[in-house]
């Protein structure tokens, strides 16, 4: 199937005379006729037992979003934080390391940055235009992964995934990628070398701002034998001896995500989540080209305003990755500008206030067209040193078009232009 019918068909099929549209499945639990059938459930998890680390409806998103991402297994989580942080915990114990490239999102720079440190484990920034030589000269005998963007957020640089894959496989490490942006409709992450991909489900895969989730899913291609994760192929005794690659074999990240991580934590969406974000997903190929039409329109506008010291759009020829683009990204680069205006952040507040469509809310990739001052918003957490390695100004401005007639787009944003004049320079 293709994505479109992907979209529409995966991960459920009514029985003959069932609901033709994926039920909500509001259950804690699930009954058996035996104890030992339930005893059971607790050497291999065969079936659904209880709905704080698996559920028939958010199972049946998770089948949808790997088959749509070419895994071959995936587990939702409650948020994308929380599916950045068990990609992480899946690989790392306190006295360990990982590489995380610093253009990323800020609210992952404080997880990994600050939080994770308190936890013993290390987070490792590298800058994803440097050389092969000097990302690899950071990697330490502790280094258990590489993570990064495949379109960053809010910089919206383009990661070279295939040349980042080599580096990780060539050094025994898998590479996490955070496919938020672009949706598997626009890149497939695991086509170019990573090995687990994840998503904040909030933005474009629900696109109506109507739940908060996150998801991770496996390739199946990394070897968790080779000598570096000895917690995949040991017996794990806090799940009865279970040895996920010889038990879960290909789809052993993910198994082990849900039966030591999700079971602790628990950070698994409600049903209710699972079957709003899989109506947005059925209509994600045909936003996600939308999306991209639009920006590309609004994004040329602001090229020939002239308000603009910086107009980062990865579809636009004059643009950095606009070379990365055209491999990563070829049927689209979404719907998300960043802009740096001339004036900085006072000029940055007035075009922001003078919006009257485009609303001002801490959100993004989203079906209405938003707007978001980072440096006083997602990105506050940060100090001056990490804002420009992420490469925020006080001038930019995350410009997130959404699908309403690009016309009234283009309005709006001449509206708030005759805002910034009229504010003294
Ligand atoms: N990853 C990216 C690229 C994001 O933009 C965000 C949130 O904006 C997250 C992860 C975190 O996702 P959530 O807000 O769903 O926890």
């Known amino acids: 199937m293709k994505d479109a019918t992907k979209c529409l068909h995966s991960g459920y099929t009514p029985e003959n005379g069932g609901p033709g549209v994926m039920p909500i499945v509001q259950s804690t639990t699930y009954a058996f006729n035996t104890t030992k059938e339930v005893g059971d459930l607790f050497d291999m998890p065969t079936a659904h037992m209880y709905s704080r680390f698996s559920n028939p409806t958010t199972d049946a998103v998770e089948k949808k979003i790997a088959e749509l991402e070419g895994g071959v297994a995936a587990m939702c989580t409650s948020s994308g934080q929380a599916a950045s942080l068990l990609s992480i915990l899946n690989l790392c114990s306190a006295g360990e390391s990982f590489l995380c490239s610093t253009v990323i999102y800020g609210g992952t720079v ?76 626009l890149c497939k992450p695991i086509s170019f070398g990573a090995d687990v991909v994840i998503h904040s489900t909030t933005k474009y895969m629900d696109g109506h701002a109507l739940q908060v989730g996150g998801v991770i899913v496996d390739s199946g291609n990394f070897n968790w034998e080779n000598g570096k994760y000895p917690d995949f192929c040991t017996p794990d005794e806090s799940y009865h001896g279970v040895v996920y690659t010889r038990d879960f074999g290909k789809a052993a990240f993910i198994a082990k995500a849900r039966m030591q991580l999700m079971r602790d934590f628990g950070c698994y969406p409600a049903a209710h989540s699972s079957f709003l974000l899989n109506i947005g997903i059925e209509t994600l190929p045909i936003r996600m080209k939308q999306y991209s039409e639009n920006a590309m329109t609004v994004a040329k506008f602001f090229e020939e305003s002239g308000y603009f010291e910086t107009v980062s759009y990865p579809g636009l020829k004059s643009d950095k990755y606009y070379d990365l683009a055209q491999k990563y990204l070829k049927d689209g680069t979404a719907g998300v500008i960043s802009l740096t205006i001339k004036g900085g952040r006072k000029k940055a507040i007035a075009f922001m206030d003078g919006l009257k469509l485009a609303r001002n809310e801490v959100h993004v990739a989203d079906i209405r067209t938003c707007v978001l001052h980072p440096a006083s918003a997602t990105h506050r957490q940060l100090t001056d040193e990490q804002l420009v390695a992420a490469g925020i100004n006080p001038g930019l401005i995350r410009f997130s078009v959404g699908l309403e007639d690009v016309n009234d787009i283009l309005e709006d944003i001449k509206g708030a232009f005759a805002a910034v004049d009229a504010v003294e320079d």
């Open 110 to 185: 404080n997880l990994f940055a600050v939080t994770l440190k308190r936890f013993g484990i290390e987070c490792i920034f590298f800058d994803p235009d440097s050389s092969d030589e000097e990302i690899e000269a950071l990697i330490k005998p502790n280094t258990r992964c590489v993570f990064g963007e495949t379109l960053a957020n809010p910089k919206l640089a383009v990661m070279d995934i295939e040349r980042i894959a080599n580096l990780a496989h060539r050094n025994g490490m898998p590479l996490i990628i955070d496919n938020t942006f672009p949706t598997p409709i």
